[in-house]
């Protein structure tokens, strides 16, 4: 891989560390004011509402600009979010400004790998920058269950600095750095090279653009299996972040701190997966990890029968691992068949505001359940029995196109 991989790799991991110990930091600054358990996981919800309302315009967007510009605005756009959670403002709104931050970067940073590296290499480079977000995951959740435990905030407390007053403040002053280390990084990022196109000022034009995007991806019968296949996963494993934070805690007796870091060992399981399926995964086989995605859902289920830690934690790894291995392939699948049809950044933002849609389904049907009162046994039983059923109608979705192709295939051959 040339050097500037490695930039893009390097802007990736600390803003998505960031992204990780803010999440950790705004449960914990919620659970100070006394809100209701449901807001833990609408944290998630408000994050990803900027992906969903703005996917006909940060698509284009992308594509206008050099990506490093577009990744350098956006991590500009997070540190306003610590900002304005360091000044008091409610978690949930100051953690949705970050999330439109977010929703500005993702097209810019898988957009530019298809613009840089050949699509031979898109695998193995999704495999790197899914397991180094996955890296980011564990140690950003822990590096956030650090932060807020008592004795490492009145150590940092101890150290008197201006405009610092409570533990609060110093935990989002803290990670507001590592967003700065992202944005000096970002000015490294190669300039590709590519042509941009001119960011058109009508939003009707925008939104009737990109919902001709969505058409197209979602018409293909490739980019249509893998494109719900990575909706579907991204928005079980955004919900399995909360869940895992409410099940060590209900089921295991951990209180907030230590939840978060085996919330890690699920991203350590996944770090596996991805690095395993950039290693023997193609993109012609890529769709061969399907049936995968079905264990993923029963794999779920058997936290319930978690007796202790240890198997625990063995189940969080298995999970994780079936999740890399399944979404690596996946996700190169989708952005090579995006880049033949629309574009990189369009691509992206196809697939971001379709995966972010499930997250907002998923997480608010999860905070829904808490609302009602339904045991967390019973949430996690039914969040893997419909990931399971819809993968699997996936899968069939996939068999009855193979046959149809083929069907099509044979009716050409005999003409001839």
Known sequence: MPLGFYII??????????DNALLIAAISVLRDLQAPSEYAPLLKTFFTLSYVALAAFVGAF????????????SNNIKILGCVMMFWGVHPLIAYAVVGLGAAAYSPAKYGILTEYLPHRLLVVANGWIEGLTVAASVLGVVLGGTLITPRVT??????PLPLIDTPGEMVVAIISLLYIVAAVINLYVPDTGVDHKPLKKNPIYLIHEFSHCVRLLWRDKLGQISLAATTLLWGAAATLQIIVIDWAEYSLGMNLSKSSMLQGVVAIGAAIGATLA???????????VLPIGIAIGFSVISMNL?????????????????????????????QHRGHILMGAGHSIAVQNFNENLSILLMTGLYSLML?????IAWAIALFGLCVSGIMYLIYRLHLENQRIHDDVASLDDSAH
Do not use: C, H, Y
């Not at 950039?278 to 061969?288: E, F, G």
């Open 9 to 18: 790799m390097a802007a990736q991991f600390f803003s998505a560390l960031a």
């Open 62 to 73: 992308a594509d206008s600009m050099p990506k490093w510009k577009v990744m350098f605005i």
């Open 154 to 159: 009145n150590i940092l407390l101890s150290v």
């Open 278 to 288: 950039a290693r023997l995964i193609t993109m012609r086989k890529s769709v061969r």
């Open 306 to 334: 978690a007796p202790n830690i240890e198997v625990a934690i063995a189940i969080l790894i298995l999970i994780g691992a079936l999740s890399g291995f399944f979404v690596v392939p996946m996700n190169a699948l989708l």
């Open 371 to 375: 609302r009602v009162g339904l045991p």
